[in-house]
């Protein structure tokens, strides 16, 4: 259809041929599975997984609404993803590319000002084996629809406000597009680099791919005050590690040291805390944040790739929490903002907050320990007035 033909385009639009523009990866060659058009989860899962022996690179311009709601995956939708990361390319593991969204403004209706979303309320791209894509715009700074979200692993670019600044590509009937726009258009941006990493050195695992685009990505929109250095890194939680560099990452992808698949991840945990301790509302603009902290020791890890975070609180406008990881070295993953949400037209809680799970990439390289100590804590701020709740458990 005209979106999946846009998103091709930009992928691999055939180069040297004297028709129109090329694509990051104009080489490459595509297969196009309509996994929407059902609306099944069954479908969705069976794209995901198909031809996992020919299929490198499994671009996804979709995703949940843009509507501050929790949208968790389903088990099915997880298992599908570990199953192609494990399997896929002989064993070296499919690459799963999916958008971080579009939510950067969108209006409740009860006439407040732009609420943000954050990428890690999608369930589908804050999982283990997922890279998920921000945007930028032209300028190469963050455009009105963008997100923010601790599982931001690169930006690709795409479009600003204006329709002078929209991406241009393939269309319908041997035509072509200047309106594509979102996060639609920097996805394919991205798996195009992962096509070019993998045609640069195929024996290159999953888990090298996402090491590659986030040790080369360019640190775009320099004077940003929200980046910091850690591990060898730059972070910001607009942009992820930066934006996706194909010369780089080719270059790197050369002399690559390989860290392994799926086979050698090693993981910890699950460690877990119970709280149960009282969530008191703001008083004025004093707020209240309740933390709790979970000791990993033992945990071997000196090299974090991922962490995942289990979160239950009992609270009747779970909209109002806040939630911050933060390591032991004081790095902090933003997993959650307070906001309003809506369900259709009206106004709604955000969902339950019963064992929803986070994803964070925030803390890549980084050691489980650091002096000693192994303590990460998660800090809930009840940040509006009226309701009050429980911070129950987590887990990491």
Same mark, same amino acid.
């Given at each position: 259809? !005209? ?5 091709? %385009?930009?992928?691999?639009? #055939? ?11 104009? =080489? ?8 929407? +058009? ?60 999916? *958008?971080? %969204?579009? @939510? ?18 999608? %369930? ?25 979200? +601790? ?5 690709? *670019? ?23 726009? %979102?996060? !639609? ?12 990493? $993998?045609?640069?050195?195929?024996? $290159?695992?999953?888990?090298?791919? #996402? ?6 990505? =360019? ?6 005050? &929200?980046?910091? &250095? ?6 910001? *939680?607009?942009?992820?590690? @930066? ?7 080719? +270059? ?5 040291? !390989? ?7 090693? !993981?910890? @945990? ?11 509302? /703001? ?14 020791? @033992? ?24 939630? #911050? ?39 890549? &390289?980084? /050691? ?29």
């Amino acid at each position: 259809d !005209s979106h999946g033909t846009a998103v091709a %385009g930009l992928v691999a639009a #055939r180069d040297n041929n004297a028709t129109g523009g090329a694509g990051v990866a104009p =080489r490459a060659t595509l297969v196009g599975y309509n996994a929407l +058009a059902t609306g099944t989860t069954a479908d969705i899962v069976d794209a995901l997984n198909r031809a996992l022996d020919r299929n490198d690179v499994y671009n996804n311009s979709w995703g949940s609404p843009d509507d501050g709601m929790l949208h968790a995956a389903s088990d099915s939708f997880v298992t599908a993803i570990s199953n192609g990361i494990s399997r896929g390319r002989n064993g070296k593991g499919a690459i799963y590319v999916f *958008p971080g %969204g579009n @939510g950067g403004c969108y209006n409740p209706d009860d006439g407040s000002a732009c609420v943000r979303e954050n990428a890690n309320y999608d %369930g589908y791209v804050n999982q283990l084996g997922i890279i998920t894509a921000c945007a930028t715009d032209s300028s190469g700074k963050q455009p009105p629809y963008g997100e923010r979200g +601790a599982n931001f692993l690169v930006c690709g *670019p795409s479009s600003g406000d204006t329709i002078a600044s929209k991406v241009r590509t393939t269309a319908l009937n041997n035509g072509y597009r200047a309106d594509f726009t %979102g996060t !639609s258009a920097s996805t394919p941006m991205v798996s195009g680099v992962a096509a070019l990493v $993998l045609a640069a050195n195929p024996e $290159l695992t999953w888990r090298d791919v #996402r090491l590659i685009l986030a040790h080369s990505a =360019r640190k775009n929109d320099t004077g940003d005050s &929200e980046w910091s &250095e850690a591990n060898g890194l730059h972070f910001n *939680p607009k942009y992820g590690f @930066g934006v996706a560099d194909a010369n780089a990452a080719v +270059a790197a992808a050369a002399t690559w040291p !390989s860290v392994g698949g799926s086979s050698s991840l090693v !993981s910890c @945990g699950p460690y877990s805390a119970q709280p149960n301790a009282a969530l008191p509302d /703001p008083s004025g603009a004093q707020i209240s944040p309740v933390s709790s902290s979970i000791n990993a020791t @033992g945990c071997a890890i000196t090299r974090i790739e991922f962490i995942e975070v289990r979160f239950s609180a009992t609270h009747s406008s779970s909209g109002d929490l806040r939630l #911050r990881l933060t390591s032991p070295a004081g790095l902090v993953s933003e997993l959650a903002d307070a906001r309003t949400c809506y369900n259709g037209s009206r106004p709604a809680a955000c969902g339950n907050y019963s064992n929803v799970h986070f994803g964070s990439v925030r803390h890549l &390289e980084e /050691p489980v320990s650091t002096a000693g100590s192994a303590a990460w804590t998660l800090q809930v701020t009840d940040m509006a007035a009226l309701d009050i709740g429980r911070f129950d458990q987590w887990s990491i």
